[in-house]
Every structure is written in structure tokens, then in C-alpha cells.
């Protein structure tokens, strides 16, 4: 992430954090993240009140992921800034469907094994 964040332009209003074991996430949802949010410095997705992914956060809080020690999360960064999250209720179970082995990728391709 810290890597991705230091080649981000200088001029971006913000990032949109995508995890690459989320890829069913609808592009409603990303039009929603990249919509603003006054006064919000992070734009978190939820479904059926989970929380999932992508985050959207403002360019101000890059130097606070890019602090963060190696033994550190990005959640830790966004648990900071909840007073100042704009949670988004959308009609997307991509925001919750981690793939992280095959079984869960089969399932999502609609495969049988």
C-alpha cells in the first residue's frame, strides 16, 4: 500500500484502496466512493451493515498510512478518523465477498469443482 501511496499524484484529491481479493465489487460502488462526501476525509462502503471495501480517503491522510510501521494496519489509520468517515449503505454483497482460496473463487464464478 505504502509503495502504491508514494507514486500517487500530487495533485489527487484522494485514493480509492482496492484489494485485489474483492473483485466483485459493482461499479456503482466505485461511482459512490468517488462521489464527494463534504466534510468526510474516508468514504467506507457498507452492506447489510458490514463494513467492506474499496476506502476511499482524502489525500490529507497519506502521511498517515505512510507512517505507519511495518507491523501496522491501514485499519488503524481508519479507526482514527471515524468521527470524520462517511459511511456508504449500498446494494453491493461485492463489498463483502473476500476471495482467498479456490473454493470461495468457484463459488463467486458460479463453477462447480
Known amino acids: 500500500m505504502q509503495c502504491g501511496l ?5 495533485d489527487a484529491e484522494g485514493v480509492l484502496f482496492t484489494l485485489v481479493d474483492h473483485p466483485a465489487v459493482s461499479r456503482n460502488t466505485i461511482a459512490a466512493l468517488l462521489d464527494p462526501a463534504p466534510g468526510a476525509l474516508l468514504r467506507v462502503p457498507r452492506y447489510r451493515g458490514r463494513r467492506g471495501h474499496p476506502i476511499w480517503f482524502a489525500r490529507e491522510l497519506v502521511a498517515d498510512f505512510l507512517a505507519l ?21 449500498l446494494d453491493d454483497p461485492g463489498i ?10 468457484r463459488d463467486l464464478a458460479g463453477a462447480t469443482p
Open 6 to 10: 508514494r507514486a500517487a499524484p500530487p
Open 69 to 89: 510501521p511495518e507491523s501496522g494496519a491501514a485499519r488503524d489509520v481508519v479507526r482514527r478518523y471515524g468521527g470524520r468517515t462517511a459511511f456508504l449503505d
Open 96 to 105: 463483502v465477498a473476500d476471495i482467498d482460496d479456490p473454493a470461495a473463487y
